[in-house]
């Protein structure tokens, strides 16, 4: 997985942010149901919600020691962008 990954089909957006601990999470477009920002500790096996989306978002997120993290649509296909904070 890369460190940056954007998708506008509903698909998950998927990084591994090793050695970062900033994440930048940016939804846009229409967004008609929720988006979560999700972390994985088991490698992408099980994901844990972080927080969920309902709207146009823009925000920084604390990443911790996690490697895996990633943001999916349950409806619509939004703009969905993830980017560990050392990726740009």
Do not use: C
């Amino acid at each position: 997985m890369a460190s940056s990954a954007t998708t506008t089909d509903g698909t998950a957006a998927t990084i591994v942010a090793r050695g970062s601990r900033l994440i930048d999470i940016s939804v846009s477009g229409t967004v008609t149901g929720d988006v979560t920002f999700e972390r994985s500790h088991d490698g992408g096996t099980t994901w844990q919600v972080v927080e969920t989306y309902t709207a146009i978002t823009e925000k920084v997120a604390q990443n911790g020691s996690v490697k895996d993290v990633r943001l999916a649509a349950a409806s619509g296909t939004p703009t969905m962008t993830i980017r560990a904070g050392n990726a740009y």
